[in-house]
Nanobody
Framework: VQLQACGGGLAQAGGSLRLSCVASGRTFSNYGMGWFRQAPGKEREFVAALNWSGDSKSYADSAKGRFSISRDNAKNTVYLQMNSLKPEDTAVYYC????????????????WGQGTQVTVSS
């Protein structure tokens, strides 16, 4: 499966952004999806994930209550709605896919998108 992430940009602290990740090449509904992020000089970290149907979701503590992951299998798209953004959310955000179930571990995902930059100003 090929993944294309978009929707990043510049936001002020307290603002919102919605990231999208469009999949192609395989049956999207067979894949669990995850969002990860990587700030300069830091390791890639888990943000959110959901299973193939979207009824099982997990979030990093830093994302709980502010971010929401969802999917639209008819559009082959997974979303990350990010609210109440903070400067520490600044990073390149990546979407990833693995068969059926999401995971909090980046090494569990064989398929990755190219990343989209999110910058939050204070």
């Amino acid at each position: 499966v090929q993944l294309q992430a978009c929707g990043g940009g510049l936001a002020q602290a307290g603002g919102s952004l919605r990231l999208s990740c469009v999949a192609s090449g395989r049956t999207f509904s067979n894949y669990g999806m995850g969002w990860f992020r990587q700030a300069p000089g830091k390791e890639r970290e888990f943000v959110a994930a959901l299973n193939w149907s979207g009824d099982s979701k997990s979030y990093a503590d830093s994302a709980k209550g502010r971010f929401s992951i969802s999917r639209d299998n008819a559009k082959n798209t997974v979303y990350l709605q990010m609210n109440s953004l903070k400067p520490e959310d600044t990073a390149v955000y990546y979407c990833a896919a693995r068969t059926y179930y999401g995971s909090t571990y980046p090494q569990a995902y064989p398929n990755w998108g190219q990343g989209t930059q999110v910058t939050v100003s204070s």
